[in-house]
Structures are given as C-alpha cells and as structure tokens.
C-alpha cells in the first residue's frame, strides 16, 4: 500500500457531515493546509521525521483551528492571542478518533490521540498519529482459509469435508533459504517452509485450518499476532517419492 492510498483511505473516513458541521467553512485536506486559512481545517498526511525522512509506517491527522481572540488581556500590553481553542480541539478529536478503523490488508492504532501542540507561527493544532500496519504487497496473493468437519458415516468411519471459511489478500514472507527436504515416514518430502501475513482485522485463524494459495496447500504450525496481524507458520504439501527410489 503506498502512501497516496494509505492517506486518501484515511481522508475518506474523517470527510464525513459529522466532521464538516464541526469544520463550518474549514475542510478536510491531504498533505497540505492552504497558507494562512483562517478556518478550522483538518489535515491528512505523512509525518517528516529528522533528517526530512518519510516513512508510511505512521500518518498523521492534525486538527487545526484559529485561535481565541480576547482570551486573556494583558494590561497594558494589548490581547494575547496566541491560545488554542481547546473546546473546539476536543470535539473535533473525540468525534475523529471513532471514525478511524482498519479495513481489508491494514491496520490503524492511534499512537497518540489529540496532543495540543503550539505551530511557529503562534497557531494550534492537536496531533492525532496512527501506527499503520498493511499487508506487503511485494509478495502479496489471494489466499484461502480452508476448515475442515466430520460426520460419521453409516458404516461406522468418518466421512470429512472441507469449507471455505476466508478468502483474501495475504503476504508471503520469511522463506526459507535453506534446503526444505525432509524424511517423514519412510519417504523423501519437499515441504516449502515460510510465513503468511493475514489482516487480523479481517479474519482470526487457527491450527485446524489450511491455507490454500496458487503455488499450493499450507500445514499451519504456528499462528502469531504482530500489530493488527497474523503471522502463520507454514509447511507447503509439495511432492514426495518413497525412500531407497
């Protein structure tokens, strides 16, 4: 996912009446706040780091609003008109914070929920910052969550059958360099070792269940979460021949 989607998803979430009737004639932007906007605005974009780095793990949603005006007179030194409207700030936050949800290959964790800063400029604004975690799509394919079920049959054994319990995008990573051959049983099996990242927000697996990808079926032998996904330990069911052939 790159960072255009990630921010343009998140844009779509927070543009909503609810939001704008807060915002009267401010907007919601991507990136960028128009110089000197004398509304409330709402900014959607990716976090500068030291060094002028960028990097998509985090997005950040700023709530800015014009300062109060006849705050705090100072006596004989005019109005300070540098205070946040912290109401404002906080109705906005708390409406925001909500609407901000995980979708198909991604995760969002707000990391920091409403922080007032102070900008240069003597401006404020409230730094809402989401930890984001998405399904790589380098080594990305559609895979499926098989379950499988027995019944006893009339002759007294089991008849099993299988059932499609998800289907979506996964990633395969942590592929086993290493020679994959192994002696099970008094046979030579070629079983590809590696993992497979699902959305937690969209499926819980387990133990009992195959995965099916279009290189082949999965064993699942171990099943971990890692922020708002699932890291599956796998063993692909590949090809063997009998030992001493």
Partial sequence: MTGIEIVQRIYQMVNVPSVQALLGSGSVWQHNRPVNSPYPDIVVSIPVFEGNARAIDFIDVNVHTPNLDDYYPITD??????????ALHKQL???????????????????????P??????????????????????DSHTVTLITYSST???????VVSESVHWTGTASRRSVNPDENLNVINGRYEVNLLCEWVLSAAEVTPNKAMR????????????????????VLSCARVDDYVATGT
Avoid: C
Avoid at 93 to 115: E, M, Q, R
């Fill in 117 to 138: 800063i102070r900008d240069s400029d003597g401006q404020w604004y409230s730094n809402i910052r989401l930890k984001v975690d998405a399904v790589d799509r380098g």
């Fill in 152 to 158: 006893v049959s009339q002759y007294g054994g089991a």
């Fill in 211 to 230: 995965l099916s990808a279009p290189d082949g079926e999965y064993v699942i032998r171990g099943i971990r979460p890692d922020v708002g996904m699932w």
């Fill in 77 to 86: 030194g005019g109005e300070d008109h540098t205070f946040p409207d912290l």
């Fill in 93 to 115: 936050v708390d409406t925001i914070l909500p609407l901000i949800v995980s979708g198909p290959g991604y995760s969002l964790d707000p990391a920091i929920k409403g922080v």
